[in-house]
């Protein structure tokens, strides 16, 4: 079956202008992740999607992010006014279950953005 | 603060040995533990999970679990050259839904 896709796969933008990130997570998944990786470094959590719960946000480094997700399907992350170091890889993952013992990430290809 | 600690390496094994990967957890509350391979550019996959104490086995890998010691490892038999990668542990459980990961341990396998 298909995996997790992401869109656009590369991201150009210039400082101060807003992008929107895709992210279509397998289907019947309920749980979805954000995560951000900078340049040889690990993976930086940023949000979590469960089914119709509240997301947990604690991960966002700032107001400037925010995601959404309609019910268990795709989700966009939005960072307003980017700045230089924002630059880094976005992930999204999801799971079939981000509640239970067995959470097992499916990741995409992920995100480029490279703020200019 | 949950931490993660790996060995960032790199580890370089020659092809055919045994490469050991190791992983120590701070939150004695996890629960579930899973190794993700990613390759330079690329996205992580996930290559193994482990939920009980001892060793689970899938083809050349085996992933062995310590919670007293809160302690996981990956060995790699029979190392491939296409096996050189960063390995990530990231245990999962103990109250969040968040799984934390490590920063990775590079491995090279030199033919």
């Known amino acids: 079956g298909a995996g997790v896709s992401q869109s656009p796969s590369n991201k150009v933008t210039e400082k101060g202008k807003d992008v929107e990130l895709r992210c279509d997570p397998i289907s019947g998944h309920t749980a979805l992740y954000w995560y951000r990786q900078r340049l040889g470094q690990g993976l930086e959590f940023l949000i979590y999607f469960q089914g119709n719960s509240a997301p947990d946000k604690s991960g966002l480094p700032s107001d400037r992010f925010s995601a959404e997700r309609t019910g268990e399907s795709v989700s966009t992350l939005t960072i307003q006014r980017t700045q230089q170091e924002d630059s880094a890889v976005y992930l999204c993952?999801?799971?079939?279950?981000?509640?239970?013992?067995?959470?097992?990430?499916?990741f995409g290809p992920g995100t480029r953005l490279t703020v200019l | 603060q949950k931490e993660v600690e790996q060995n960032s390496g790199p580890l370089s094994v020659p092809e055919g040995a045994i490469a050991s990967l190791n992983c120590t957890y701070s939150d004695r509350g996890s629960q579930s533990f899973f190794w993700y391979r990613q390759y330079s550019g690329k996205s992580p996959e996930l290559i193994m999970s482990i939920y009980s104490n001892g060793d689970k086995e899938d083809g050349r890998f085996t992933a062995q679990l310590n919670k007293a010691s809160q302690y996981v490892s990956l060995l790699i038999r029979d190392s491939q050259p296409s096996d050189s990668a960063t390995y990530l542990c990231a245990p999962y459980g103990g109250g969040s839904y968040i799984p934390t990961f490590g920063r990775g341990t590079s491995l090279i396998v030199h033919p």
């Open positions: 993952a999801s799971s079939s279950s981000g509640t239970s013992w067995n959470n097992e990430q499916f």
